[in-house]
């Protein structure tokens, strides 16, 4: 269904970035561009905007055909509900609207992905309204009531106060319940999920409402239609003041008690009631599906019991009536399934596992569309798929599970509902063209489109006749939808054959093609199972539910008795149904069936307005405002370290160009950054300067304490080109100055310090696909590498000219193993080369549990970790609040770190080897450490292969467990360190020649089991 996120709740840096505020010295300063997948602008918008009485409409030439209708639009929803809330707002409106619903996911106002599901959305900071107008002309005007309401709920509720904005936590039920209520945006799909969720006793009580979903927007009209109906509408303007008064207090009961004059309980008694009184008598007057027929619902041998909560969808028939394609969550994610059409059995996944070829199948049926169609010959099966910015047609070879042809319709937006001709030469499907949204068709072999209704109406969901000569397609008029039916070989005659003004949706040819099958709600608003005969016009229902009836089609008859399938909406879920007609629940004659009037006149706005020329502008002035509330987060380290991480971003109107200021602590370290990005084009360039400090640890005493600076100054300018949604490149150049604490003996360091240009160039690559609890499946990849042609370095040595790189590679791969279960690797390689090589660090946290924090340093480092991930219980409350997603992991870790020359610096016992003395080693002693000696460097080694144990290389292995508290996430591991050796020679001999020198177990490794604690996100 409909999801309308208003977004005003202020957005943050995740959690994540607290981790790489930890790593930050193993990751170094880099360009913007990194890790996630692309936001990607495929058009050219040349925004202009016109200045309205109230908005500022901001269109670009593609869509200029619209802008009279959407000034009307908005005008008249103004005009509405100003008096309603008998409220003016001060400041003009922008309204930002694209031609079609891929054009508006291309937005950057939001630089997140938006999914379909996403209708428009609406944001307090600059007020902004963001439509796609590809909507039936009601709906449009509806979905324009809908965000306007949020901008009257900004300025009423926050009164043009930034700071009441980025304070403020509005209910969910309360921001989008009083704009679907205003908007009136409720059809016969919505009430058929609040009518499912009462009849099974799923009544929140309002006040303690604070989760999100769709029933919470659904509840939350349904308590603003009670609040109207109970106190008339002054009653929602004072409720709405009563909250402005108690907003930061963060406190619903208040306003309750004030604007109504009883408690919160009593108010959710009463509302109870109220939805009890209105929908419960569905539920002893109505029946169930299974009063009907038998359900066949996609299961497979290991489904043992159906108390499920996946949703199974969209059914489409076999030519041969044996198998039915059909959509399904059954394999936890959307998959389209062939299963039997006698009880349901799965036959084959199509779509099973993930595939980058298109990004999932695209579907409508929540909104009455049809999703699949089979070819006639029953060995293919075909369905629109995302696919960049655009929806490809998928064609899948039913027999093999393969996918056979992917087409693309670039003359088409917003493909939908295919239906395959019965000779097998075409696809019909409805679609977006130039803002009007038509039936199609494509011939599969020449590609060649044509439109056949090509009129002002909002026409959908087409169905062939057998012999291929007619089409029943679906045409909205006003908020109805009727069943029309168009000769292929003259689409100009065109007959209406349903009336009145219900929806009647999905219309489907009996086998016999002198019936037609469609689900309709002219009975009470309630989707229900009808036939019309296309012999006398008589229309049967043959169902009356109390949940929903759709996508019908007539399977093969058995014992003569035709049999028909459809998809029933109940308890929560869809399901599929098989059933056998008995004696109709009512019948219409012709002459009782309600007329139209003849003609059909397309919806419009109360007031239309004529456009002014004068009005019409350039967006050509950049203006700068906050986007989102200061973000600052904090985490510790498992050595105790405190980092954090504060930022605040800046943005022009459209989101195009942004500026993000980034600050960054790492124990006394402090850090800067600054970065400007435009990313009005696909190819995306940023400039950047930073100021980056940092730290490495080492021996004092007989502790690691000590910590050696590194810091960089760079300022430079990059490009990144996404090559698709997963992949991107990029490139830059810059000036950087460097200076860094180097070992240069056993505990000796000295300042080094180079400067001079930078090049740099990156490939990133991201699949991975998320559930709540973080990564679930794909992976992701950094490959990133700094050159720096001519350094100018000073330090203990001779000053000198010569080059410099940093080669960076950051590899992340998670297998989903059940639901909530799977592994994930993590392998990082990190080196510097060159006179003017920068040192890393890493060990402790989530790197190498067992090990302290930063424990080991060089000029390269590398580490893998491998984990098991599984749910151990999924939340806890407590008065304080919620722990959620509590989860456990082993684990396995394995590194190192060593210098140039493969020299390794141990983190208690320096550069050079240490002698031993009857086994025992001798700190704080080495070979030729006198004055002008050159001591007597070890030799780096990852595995001693004499004794058959680790080396200088490192590992730990054990288990953890972590849940979220807020946004932080609180980790708990155990480790337990591999055995490892060290490299010495005997204090008996001097020379400590390489022959001399052997391996003895190191004295530092810690035996039994090592907890630590840390505060940050999985990797």
Not at 681 to 705: K, M
Not at 717 to 732: E, L, S
Request: proline fraction near 5%; include cysteine; aromatic fraction near 14%.
């Amino acid at each position: 269904m409909r999801s309308r996120p208003i977004r005003h709740r202020s957005r943050r840096i995740a959690p994540a970035a607290v981790l790489l505020a930890a790593l930050a010295a193993l990751c170094a300063p880099a360009p913007a561009f990194a890790f996630g997948k692309n936001k990607i602008v495929y058009e050219k918008f040349d925004w202009k905007y016109y200045k309205a009485p109230h908005f500022d409409v901001y269109y670009y030439p593609e869509e200029a055909a619209l802008l009279q209708q959407m000034v009307s639009n908005a005008e008249s929803q103004y005009a509405r509900l100003s008096q309603i809330l008998d409220h003016e707002i001060k400041f003009r409106i922008p309204l930002i609207y694209y031609k079609t619903h891929v054009e508006f996911e291309q937005t950057n106002i939001l630089l997140e992905f938006i999914p379909e599901f996403v209708g428009a959305f609406a944001d307090p900071i600059e007020h902004r309204m963001v439509i796609p107008a590809d909507q039936p002309p009601d709906k449009l005007y509806t979905l324009i009531g809908h965000e306007l309401t949020h901008v009257f709920e900004f300025s009423i509720l926050f009164q043009e106060s930034l700071s009441r904005a980025f304070r403020s936590t509005v209910p969910q039920w309360v921001m989008e319940g009083l704009a679907s209520h205003l908007g009136k945006d409720e059809d016969s799909l919505d009430r058929m999920i609040i009518r499912d969720a009462v009849v099974n006793g799923l009544i929140p009580p309002m006040h303690r409402v604070q989760n999100i979903n769709f029933l919470i927007y659904r509840f939350g009209q349904a308590a603003f239609d009670f609040i109207e109906q109970s106190y008339g509408v002054e009653g929602v303007r004072n409720f709405l003041w009563e909250f402005r008064k108690s907003l930061l207090a963060n406190n619903i009961s208040k306003p309750i008690r004030d604007a109504f004059g009883i408690e919160p309980d009593e108010f959710d008694r009463q509302f109870k009631k109220y939805l009890q009184r209105r929908y419960l008598p569905a539920l002893l007057d109505k029946k169930e599906a299974e009063d009907y027929g038998k359900e066949i619902t996609a299961r497979d041998k290991r489904d043992v019991d159906l108390d499920r909560e996946w949703v199974t969808f969209s059914p489409a028939l076999s030519p041969s009536g044996e198998l039915i394609a059909a959509m399904t969550s059954r394999y936890q994610d959307l998959d389209v399934v062939l299963i039997s059409a006698k009880d349901g059995k799965i036959f084959r996944n199509l779509t099973k596992g993930f595939t980058n070829k298109y990004e999932y199948p695209v579907y409508g049926a929540f909104s009455g569309k049809k999703d699949l169609t089979w070819s006639p010959e029953g060995d293919r099966v075909a369905f629109f798929g995302r696919r960049e910015n655009e929806r490809a047609l998928l064609i899948y070879d039913a027999l093999h599970g393969d996918l056979d042809k992917m087409i693309s319709i670039p003359e088409v937006d917003d493909e939908l509902s295919p239906a395959w001709s019965p000779d097998g030469s075409k696809i019909a499907f409805e679609g977006n063209s130039a803002g009007q949204v038509d039936i199609f068709t494509i011939d599969l072999e020449t590609r060649k489109v044509a439109n056949l209704t090509q009129d002002e109406f909002y026409d959908a969901n087409p169905a062939w006749s057998a012999d291929g000569a007619q089409i029943l397609y679906n045409r909205r008029i006003n908020s109805s939808a009727k069943v029309f039916l168009l000769d292929v070989d003259d689409p100009s005659r065109k007959v209406q054959l349903t009336f009145g003004d219900s929806l009647d949706l999905q219309p489907a040819f009996a086998r016999d093609g002198k019936t037609v099958y469609y689900a309709s709600d002219a009975d009470g608003g309630i989707f229900n199972l009808y036939d019309l005969s296309l012999e006398n016009g008589e229309i049967r229902r043959f169902t009356d539910v109390v949940g929903g009836v759709f996508t019908p089609f007539e399977l093969p008859g058995e014992g003569g008795k035709p049999s028909i399938a459809f998809t029933y909406y109940g308890r929560g879920l869809f399901r599929l149904f098989r059933m056998t007609p008995g004696q109709p629940e009512s019948i219409v004659r012709p002459e009782d069936q309600a007329k139209e009037p003849a003609e059909l006149v397309p919806f419009q706005a109360p007031l239309q307005l004529t456009l002014d020329d004068k009005n019409h502008k350039n967006y050509d002035k950049l203006t700068f405002h906050i986007e989102s509330s200061p973000s600052v987060l904090v985490g510790v380290a498992d050595d105790g370290t405190i980092l954090s991480n504060a930022s605040i971003a800046l943005s022009d109107l459209l989101g195009d160009h942004r500026m993000f200021f980034n600050f960054q602590s790492v124990s006394t370290y402090s850090n800067f950054s600054f970065d400007y990005l435009n990313l009005k084009r696909r190819w995306q360039w940023n400039t950047y300067a930073l100021d980056f400090r940092d730290y490495y640890v080492t021996l004092s005493g007989n502790s690691l304490q000590t910590r050696q600076a590194n810091r960089y100054t760079s300022a430079g300018v990059g490009i990144a080109y996404p090559i698709n949604r997963y992949y991107r490149i990029g490139t830059g150049i810059g000036y950087l100055n460097q200076t860094t604490d180097r070992p240069v003996d056993a505990f000796t360091f000295e300042n080094f310090s180079t400067s001079g240009a930078v090049l740099n160039w990156s490939l990133s690559g991201d699949t991975t696909r998320y559930k709540e609890f973080g990564p679930y499946h794909g992976q992701r990849y950094e490959l990133r590498q700094i050159w720096v042609p001519m350094v100018r370095s000073s330090g203990f040595a001779s000053d000198y000219s010569g080059t410099h790189f940093d080669t960076l590679l950051d590899y992340r791969m998670y297998r989903r193993t059940t639901s909530r279960s799977l592994f994930a690797l993590r392998a990082v390689a990190r080196t510097s080369t060159g006179d003017g090589y920068s040192i890393y660090s890493f060990g402790g946290l989530n790197t190498l549990r067992g090990y302290d924090y930063r424990e080991f340093f060089g000029s390269s480092v590398s580490f893998v970790n491998l984990e098991f991930r599984f749910p151990l219980v999924d939340a806890l409350a407590f008065p304080i609040g919620i722990i959620r997603d509590i989860r456990g992991f082993l684990f396995f870790d394995v590194g190192a770190a060593w210098f140039g020359g493969d020299n390794f610096y141990h983190p208690r016992l320096g550069f050079a080897i240490a002698p031993v003395s009857n086994g025992q080693v001798l700190p704080g002693f080495c070979f030729n450490c006198g004055p002008g000696e050159q001591a007597i460097t070890r030799t780096f080694d990852f595995w001693d292969s004499k004794n058959n144990k680790l080396g200088d290389g490192r590992a730990a292995y054990g288990f953890g467990f972590n849940f979220y508290f807020g946004p932080f996430m609180l980790t708990w591991s155990y480790a337990h360190q591999f055995e490892n050796t060290l490299e010495v020679c005997d204090i008996s001999t001097p020379d400590c020649t390489p022959q001399d020198r052997f391996r003895i177990d190191d004295p530092y490794h810690k035996k039994g089991m090592i907890s630590t604690f840390y505060i940050a996100t999985d990797f």
